[in-house]
């Protein structure tokens, strides 16, 4: 199916069948981890916005494995799937391809990128700061531009779904604008204290589950098709602008995100800058609205009510910073 022909009177009548399919996904899956709703949550709805969102937290708090049973459940193949442990020693050639050699001696710089990251619709990129810096240039354009250079040319990468992981947040300069392309960053955090005989259990299970190579979290529920769906129709909604009967235009943030919590939204924003130095570009502005539309859609289905203003506790640029916002949004909203 040709999604980018699919006009909003064609999905209009299968979103709600569409946003079903993706909630059933997102709550079955979160049944095979301990205390990890809230990440499986904020993974679907970037999916959905196809923004990338960053998983951050020490080894052994399931970073990896979260990633890659949501890979598995939207039935996603190795084929169309990318997943490296990124080093300061990484060669470019192991994220994006090696050089074609036969290419070269005609004088073209092309890789092979088949079964690399410019090929894939899923990407995981584990210790994502701990590249070196011709590979973190290179992700500054596949993540803003979705798209690579071969030969000096610029060409279309395969990516929708990006998830990066970090055991810290390194605070160095030259970070900053890859840390920025991240609108969200969730912690990872060790759930033994809270539920030590559920991750018993649990962990138990995922053993075994993986010694007798089963993987009973791949139900079916939503595929990465449902995912791109549920991003053309939400686009599509943004895009549309309807007169009304004064001749005004209607734009999306009037039907769908309401004087008051925009006002909130605005005000949120503003405390945390003038309170905790916490850094908010205009871009990121832009993106917290495409991410709240689409949690607004997904779990509620309706306009952006003043809950998933709670995506503003996911703000944090530095590990402190990311600790302070999940107490401090909820507050600042009224909502803890």
Known sequence: MDLASLTLEDLQPEAEALRERLNRFRTSLAAYFVGKTHIIDLMTVCAIAQEPLLLLGPPGTAKSDLILKFR??????????FEYMLTRFTEPSEVFGPIDIKQLREGRYLRRASGKLPTASLVFLDEIFKANSAILNALLTVINERKFYQDGQPVPVDLKVLFGATNDLPDQAELAALKDRFCLKVACRSVQDDHFVDLVDAGLAAQTQ????????????????DLLKAHRYLTLQMARRTTATDGSTI???????????LAEFRRVLKTLVREDRVFVSDRKVVKLYKLLRAHAWLTH??????????????????AEEVDL????????????
Request: glycine content about 8%; overall charge negative.
């Open 301 to 318: 289905g309706g306009r952006v009510e003043r809950s998933d203003l709670r995506l503003l506790s996911y703000l944090g640029e530095t």
């Open 210 to 225: 993986r010694d007798l190579n089963q993987k009973p979290w791949s139900e079916g529920h939503a595929s990465l098709e």
């Open 251 to 261: 734009t999306d943030r009037e039907r769908y995100f309401p004087d008051e919590v």
């Open 72 to 81: 598995d459940a939207l039935g996603i193949p190795a084929a169309e799937s």
């Open 325 to 336: 916002l999940e107490e401090k949004v909820p507050r600042l909203l009224g909502l803890s």
